[in-house]
């Protein structure tokens, strides 16, 4: 049945859903550039400034949630360089929170070849959008992870 075809080909996650291991809001701490994060996003949120006090103010969030709002503030600039860069970030804390927890890791893994999509329907770049024509830019940093950790496997 093309149905249950599709199934097997797809595997879907919002990136905001915290009960999901891969998700950036799931809260799974991870060390990096000589910090405890408490989750991918809190970390990705705080890489949008430079302001060292701003940063840890994010850090200490206490929800990914309240990370992301602190992260949206208009009252503190953002790195000029930001939208060039914001991928990589959130590919460097995805990797690393993978790497230290073997759990998640082993998820990511056995989605096999599967295609990963972000179905957020709000967000057309980290997501798939209503129309599902967004980006998918968060299903597909985890594509390139999935890719890594299988060939550190592989060594
Ligand atoms: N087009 C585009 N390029 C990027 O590199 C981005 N990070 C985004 N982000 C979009 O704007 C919303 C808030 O920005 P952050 O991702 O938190 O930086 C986000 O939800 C995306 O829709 N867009």
């Not at 996003?41 to 949630?65: S, V």
Request: overall charge positive.
């Amino acid at each position: 049945m093309l149905f249950n075809e599709k199934e097997k080909t797809l595997f879907t996650l919002t990136r905001d859903d915290p009960s999901n291991p891969l998700a950036s809001y799931a809260k799974s701490g991870f060390e990096l550039d000589g910090y405890e994060w408490p989750s991918v996003e809190h970390y990705y949120q705080a890489m949008k400034f430079d302001d060292a006090e701003y940063r840890e103010q994010i850090r200490l969030a206490a929800h990914p949630a309240d990370a992301a709002k602190l992260g949206k503030s208009r009252r503190h600039q953002k790195r000029k360089d930001w939208k060039k860069n914001s991928v990589t970030y959130m590919t460097r804390a995805t990797y690393i929170k993978a790497r230290s927890h073997a759990d998640v890791a082993q998820m990511l893994l056995n989605s096999g070849d599967m295609e990963i999509k972000d179905l957020s329907q709000y967000d057309y770049f980290w997501g798939s959008g209503r129309d599902l024509r967004g980006e998918n830019a968060f299903g597909k940093m985890l594509m390139g992870v999935r890719q890594k950790l299988r060939k550190e496997l592989e060594k």
